[in-house]
């Protein structure tokens, strides 16, 4: 008798690096299983908000390190940059800072 298990999924993280004077988002880091474990937890360590999706994370992955993202992931990534900066406006707030 066999049993079958369910699939599980491997994590996946890429860390984008981003400023204003950019054309778009540059991968900063990528991978998936124990890296993804990493990059996550750097990203806690830091207080960098993160952004689940994980056809995304995917796509990103694929990617290699330092490129900029391709257009056809600009809007894709645009809801990642304003949630990351909601998550500053809220935290600055909770903190008592004011931008």
Same mark, same amino acid.
């Given at each position: ?12 993280? %890429? $860390?984008?690096?981003? !400023? +204003?004077?950019?054309?778009?988002? #540059? *991968? ?6 124990? &890296? =993804? ?18 056809? %995304? $994370?995917?796509?990103? !992955? +694929?990617?290699?390190?330092?490129? #900029? *993202? ?6 894709? &990534? =645009? ?21």
């Amino acid at each position: 008798m066999s049993h079958k298990t369910p699939k599980q999924k491997i994590k996946k993280a %890429v $860390a984008l690096s981003y !400023t +204003e004077d950019m054309v778009a988002p #540059t *991968i900063v880091a990528s991978g998936s299983g124990k &890296v =993804a474990d990493n990059i996550l937890e750097e990203a806690k360590k830091n207080n960098i908000p993160v952004y689940e999706d994980s056809k %995304v $994370a995917t796509i990103l !992955t +694929e990617l290699d390190l330092g490129n #900029t *993202i391709p257009p056809e992931l600009y809007e894709a &990534v =645009a809801k990642i940059l304003i949630f990351v900066g909601d998550m500053d406006d809220l935290y600055a707030k909770t903190k008592g800072y004011h931008k």
